[in-house]
């Protein structure tokens, strides 16, 4: 393999749009739940937040990802990735770890 794979053949721009559209499709799941039950109650601020721990996490992937040429490699920097947004989305939410910027 020369490096050259499908996901580095895409420009940069062309990736982080990819992961801006799925940011945002992720965040209408919460709008639109808003609209139909009094059970999901988010204000600007939960948005912005979950926005930029998503975006980060996306960013991060992208430019960590066109680092590595191993298949291997960027399953684990996924997976890695995403077991440390869910930590924290996790603290925020609940108070996981009981640090001062927990939820509860």
């Known amino acids: 393999m020369t490096g050259n794979d499908g996901f580095n053949a895409q420009p940069v721009s062309k990736q982080l749009m990819i ?25 600007i601020f939960d948005f912005a937040v979950m926005g930029i721990l998503l975006l980060g996490t996306g960013t991060a992937f992208v430019v960590g990802a066109r680092m590595f040429t191993a298949t291997k490699a960027r399953v684990i920097l996924g997976i890695v990735l995403g077991l440390t947004l869910f930590l924290v989305w996790a603290e925020l939410a609940v108070g996981v770890f009981g640090t001062p910027f927990a939820g509860s």
């Open 19 to 43: 992961v801006m559209f799925v940011v945002a499709a992720i965040l209408l799941v919460p709008l639109v739940a808003m609209q139909f039950t009094s059970e999901v109650n988010w204000d």
